[in-house]
């Protein structure tokens, strides 16, 4: 079965930086689009970043240039590095899979971890 969990979050102060991991289980990169998604109180889920099955990058605008998603085959596990951060990006951060293959195409999410930015 297919899970995905979160760690790396934290307080941290503006300008400083994090990185989010991303462990999964049951996941075949080949067959998933991975991505990062992030709530904040009273707001939706936005996307954040993808990184899909062939290895191509998508941001948010509020995150680019600031932000980086990759994984690593080996261990399994998407990152989120996030620099010169923002209190607005104070928020859960979810890491998300979604199977882009097959007639089902299911979509699963972690637990989430929790980013505070704040001096």
């Known amino acids: 079965q297919v899970q995905l969990v979160e760690s790396g979050g934290g307080l941290v102060q503006p300008g400083g930086s994090l990185r989010l991991s991303c462990a999964t289980s049951?996941?075949?990169?080949?067959?998933?689009?991975m991505g990062w998604y992030r709530q904040a109180p009273g707001k939706q889920r936005e996307l954040v970043a993808e990184l899909t099955r062939a290895g191509i990058t998508n941001y948010a605008d509020s995150v680019k240039g600031r932000f980086t998603i990759s994984r690593d085959n080996a261990k399994n596990t998407v990152y989120l590095q996030m620099n010169s951060l923002r209190p607005e990006d104070t928020a859960n951060y979810y890491c998300?899979?979604?199977?882009?293959?097959?007639?089902?195409?299911?979509?699963?999410w972690g637990q989430g971890t929790q980013v505070t930015v704040s001096s």
């Open positions: 998300n899979a979604r199977k882009v293959t097959g007639v089902s195409r299911p979509s699963y």
């Open positions: 049951g996941v075949i990169f080949s067959f998933y689009n």
